[in-house]
């Protein structure tokens, strides 16, 4: 199973970025998928996550904010985040579980600041 994660970059507060992940080795549509981030000197956070059969949940600081969303057909994950502001900076993992053993993708960096 291979998670490649991609989009991040530096954005003004206030802008936007699509993040995606493309998966391989797996059956994609039979598995949740998730984004965690983890900001400098802080723990990783789940950011969202969206299950196999498209119900999605968001950490409360992202509601409103980011969506989550699946092509099966294209075997990606995307994470929409508007309105980005400072405290979204931090390296963004893709991550799912697969017969109990969890694979992650090798993180992109998001970077909010004027």
């Known amino acids: 199973v291979q998670l490649q994660a991609s989009g991040g970059g530096l954005v003004q507060p206030g802008g936007s970025l699509r993040l995606s992940c493309a998966a391989s080795?797996?059956?994609?549509?039979?598995?949740?998928i998730d984004w965690y981030r983890q900001a400098p000197g802080k723990q990783p956070e789940l950011v969202a996550f969206?299950?196999?059969?498209?119900?999605?949940e968001y950490v409360d600081s992202a509601k409103g904010r980011f969506t989550i969303s699946r092509d099966n057909a294209k075997n990606t994950v995307y994470l929409q985040m508007n309105s980005l502001k400072p405290e979204d900076t931090a390296v963004y993992y893709c991550h799912l579980v697969a017969n109990s053993t969890p694979y992650w993708g090798q993180g992109t960096l998001v970077t909010v600041s004027s």
């Open positions: 080795g797996i059956i994609f549509s039979n598995h949740a």
């Open positions: 969206v299950t196999s059969r498209g119900r999605t």
